[in-house]
């Protein structure tokens, strides 16, 4: 029984090795819709039920639970799914704020997506199959970032949740002006996904041989050209704030100078961009911009209302109901005091709605219920804050729970980065990097739910734990 329990684990690697494919490069199609929300089982959720429920089967067989049970870091993620459950028997039964079937999913996501990392960390045996993991993750990178292109210049096919009717899997086209998102649904969760890469590739830059430092050099040079086609300012600043922590943790510094100098490059040249991250310093902090005035009774009506569902029509051509365009013309929906430009009003309404209507209810519900919160899926889709999301779907217990949960997995890392030489050095230094960047990126972006990148995050830390255990 044991050899064969063995057998199950070794044999374990090439699902997952499947699912490091298969999660950034499928497509968001629903499988199943689930009532009450445009959030669906998708396939991916299938495969990742059905890995981790062979890799548990192999730990009860083999006799390692109670070695399972033991460490530290599936000790402190236990205890966060289990605040989670609790602060949803609380939001179901106490609170009212959250219903049975929605909070349930939401957990189940989690526990989804936060398993992975044990799995991974017990399944990969070798420095080979890390490698292997990593050349495979540089050919994702390399097919994400081509089907962007072809997203924005090939008029190839996009899949979207940025809204309720395009989750339901409609085969959309890019718009000229659009954002792309490549499979990843989203233009927030691809750029989020090309910031990870980037703390990843720059460190194992220096650590390959030469024929491979090309390979990264030229996978570094698209995926900056793609991170610019998002126009996402979180996901580039984090980017950048993971590559200047690899560069010190690799003792690169010099190098230091030349990313100064392409990032120079990249802020002078005209792209949507550098706009948006003008328009950030202008609109945001400096409050200038010129208002557009209302002349009809119904839009000074809509100046008295809250800030509206921002309906662009760059999203796709199958946003026919919007007249949000590019260019001179002027949305249906401003509303009098708003920024006439269109980059402006699309930056200022980003953070309006932030500032007044997310992060003010995750407030609203942490003062609700300080210590549990009001419970999972309570705060709908999005609060563009993880923090404040946390605070307030699962309280003061479950948010430092989750903080013991990354505090514990950094800890194991760095204890790995600072005893490793070679290649396991650098590429510890890169996950290390990319955690910060991930945790930048959540301050304005909710990445530790979107699937995709949640998924990866745990994963690549699952495969960094590994390393302590190579043969």
């Not at 029509?313 to 590019?326: E, I, L, P, V």
């Not at 005091?337 to 402006?344: F, Q, Y």
Request: aromatic share 12%.
């Amino acid at each position: 029984m044991k050899e064969l329990c063995l057998k199950i684990n070794s044999l374990l690697f090439w699902p997952i090795l499947f699912l490091f494919v298969f999660i950034p490069i499928y497509p968001k199609f629903p499988l199943l819709n689930v009532s009450g929300t445009f959030v669906a089982v998708r396939l991916e959720d299938i495969f990742i039920a059905i890995v981790i429920a062979a890799w548990f089967i192999s730990i009860i067989l083999s006799g390692k639970i109670k070695e399972f049970l033991e460490s530290k870091i599936n000790q402190v993620i236990i205890l966060f799914l289990g605040i989670g459950l609790l602060s949803l028997f609380s939001a179901i039964f106490l609170t009212h704020t959250s219903s049975l079937h929605l909070g349930l999913l939401h957990w189940l996501r989690r526990l989804e997506f936060i398993l992975l990392l044990p799995v991974i960390a017990s399944v990969v045996k070798t420095k080979k199959q890390l490698y292997i993991i990593l050349l495979t993750l540089s050919l994702v990178l390399l097919i994400v970032n081509i089907y962007a292109f072809g997203q924005q210049h090939l008029d190839w096919p996009v899949v979207s949740t940025t809204n309720s009717e395009f989750a339901k899997g409609l085969i959309l086209r890019l718009t000229p002006d659009a954002r792309v998102n490549a499979t990843f649904a989203g233009h927030y969760d691809f750029a989020a996904f090309l910031a990870m890469a980037f703390c990843l590739m720059v460190p194992l830059f220096f650590a390959v041989k030469k024929r491979f430092k090309l390979w990264i050099l030229g996978l570094g040079v698209v995926s900056s050209v793609v991170l610019v086609m998002t126009s996402a300012r979180v996901s580039f600043v984090a980017a950048i704030f993971g590559i200047i922590t690899a560069l010190l943790l690799t003792g690169k510094k010099k190098f230091l100078l030349l990313l100064f100098i392409i990032l120079l490059v990249i802020l002078i040249y005209p792209s949507n961009l550098r706009n948006r991250l003008v328009s950030t310093v202008t609109v945001n902090l400096l409050k200038q911009w010129d208002s557009y005035q209302g002349k009809t009774d119904d839009q000074k009506k809509r100046a008295k209302l809250n800030i509206p569902t921002l309906a662009i029509k760059t999203s796709s051509t199958s946003a026919q109901t919007s007249t949000f365009a590019s260019g001179s013309a002027l949305p249906t929906d401003i509303t009098p005091g708003e920024p006439v430009d269109t980059t402006e009003l699309g930056v200022y309404r980003s953070f309006s709605i932030r500032l007044n209507i997310e992060w003010p209810r995750a407030i609203l519900a942490f003062i609700k219920n300080p210590f549990l919160g009001t419970g999972y899926s309570s705060l709908g889709i999005a609060t563009d804050n993880d923090l404040l999301r946390s605070l307030g779907e699962v309280g003061i217990l479950g948010t430092a729970a989750f903080a013991l949960v990354l505090i514990a997995v950094s800890k194991r890392i760095w204890r790995i980065y600072k005893e490793s030489v070679g290649f396991i050095r650098y590429f510890s230094a890169g996950v290390l990097s990319l955690i910060l960047a991930f945790l930048f990126n959540s301050l304005f972006i909710d990445v530790f739910e979107a699937s995709k990148v949640a998924s990866l995050f745990w994963m690549v830390l699952g495969l960094t734990l590994a390393t302590k255990n190579f043969r």
